[in-house]
């Protein structure tokens, strides 16, 4: 009896699989070349508003200390 079940888990297990990889194959594929580029392009439009790039005000920063450190 444990044959017949472990025999049945591993037919639902390769039939999720196939399943999985059905969908996988009808995806609509887009060549790197071309995502690399709009990636390039989203990067430099946007690159102003990118506080990695431009820095955060003091005055907004959360991260701030709000003392400073005083050693006697």
């Given at each position: 009896?444990?044959?017949?079940?472990?025999?049945?888990?591993?037919?639902?297990?390769?039939?999720?699989?196939?399943?999985?990889?059905?969908?996988?194959?009808?995806?609509?594929?887009?060549?790197?070349?071309?995502?690399?580029g709009?990636?390039?392009?989203?990067?430099?439009?946007?690159?102003?508003?990118d506080?990695?790039?431009?820095?955060?005000?003091?005055?907004?920063?959360?991260?701030?200390?709000?003392?400073?450190?005083?050693?006697?």
């Amino acid at each position: 009896m444990s044959g017949n079940v472990s025999s049945s888990n591993s037919v639902i297990q390769a039939q999720k699989l196939v399943d999985q990889l059905r969908v996988e194959a009808c995806m609509e594929r887009i060549k790197i070349s071309l995502t690399a580029g709009d990636l390039v392009r989203y990067c430099q439009d946007h690159r102003r508003s990118d506080p990695l790039l431009t820095g955060i005000a003091a005055s907004s920063n959360p991260f701030k200390d709000k003392k400073t450190c005083v050693l006697l």
